[in-house]
């Protein structure tokens, strides 16, 4: 079954400092994997996705950028946080229109 | 205006009472899911819907794609079902995209 870490769990960083954030995949090869950030008292927002690896798609302008290096493995990074970047990273999965897999996230909050 | 619209917000109810949340969208889609949010942020995927009803235990979620409406309804409810509840939706373009609704707070009382 698949499966997916992300680190770190928490993280509080100084506005102007860097980002990263890990989301690796297991049992699933190939699969479209998504960035997701809720905003506090706000929904839900796709970030990136990436149908596979170097191929990225970003849905809204922002400070963040992410990567694919590796087909199981899922990077955002920042090079400098604001103070509106915070909030809780999802990392998902989708291996099909039905079958959909969320990551623990990980709760920035930027100081 | 949302592409996906939750009602209500926030909902309170007694332990037993039973529990409708419903969801519009108004983009073409190819299925919709309904997600429970628990206070720690996890996420875990209820259903995944692209016509008629599912259940699973005390929970059913229904869909009508003509009225681009789906409900999530939860029979004796119980204070361990407090959680925010989302509405998500995938479009037709195969890419497997989610739009969220805002959610639903729900808090059952004993």
């Known amino acids: 079954s698949q499966t997916i870490h992300q680190w770190p769990a928490t993280l509080v960083q100084p506005v102007g400092s860097p980002l990263s954030l890990e989301c690796t995949v297991e049992?699933?090869?190939?699969?479209?994997l998504y960035w997701y950030r809720q905003a506090a008292g706000r929904g839900l927002q796709l970030l990136f996705y990436?149908?596979?690896?170097?191929?990225i798609s970003s849905e809204v302008p922002q400070n963040l950028s992410a990567s694919r290096p590796q087909d199981r493995q899922f990077i955002l990074s920042s090079k400098k946080l604001l103070l509106s970047d915070s909030g809780f990273y999802l990392c998902?999965?989708?291996?099909?229109?039905?079958?959909?897999?969320f990551g623990p996230g990980t709760r920035l909050t930027v100081l | 205006k949302n592409e996906v619209e939750q009602s209500p917000q926030n909902l309170t109810a007694q332990e037993g009472e039973f529990i409708t949340i419903n969801c519009s969208y108004s983009v073409g889609i190819s299925a919709l899911h309904w997600l429970q949010q628990h206070p720690g942020g996890g996420i875990v995927s209820l259903f995944m819907?692209?016509?008629g009803k599912k259940k699973h235990g005390r929970l059913i979620a229904t869909i009508n794609i003509q009225e681009k409406h789906s409900s999530l309804h939860i029979t004796a409810s119980h204070p361990r079902d407090s959680a925010v509840y989302i509405c998500?939706?995938?479009?037709?373009?195969?890419?497997?995209?989610?739009?969220f609704g805002t959610g639903t707070r729900l808090t059952i009382i004993p």
């Open positions: 998500a939706v995938t479009d037709n373009f195969g890419n497997e995209k989610l739009t």
């Open positions: 990436s149908v596979g690896i170097g191929q």
């Open positions: 049992g699933t090869s190939n699969p479209n």
């Open positions: 819907l692209s016509s």
């Open positions: 998902a999965l989708a291996v099909s229109t039905d079958t959909q897999y």
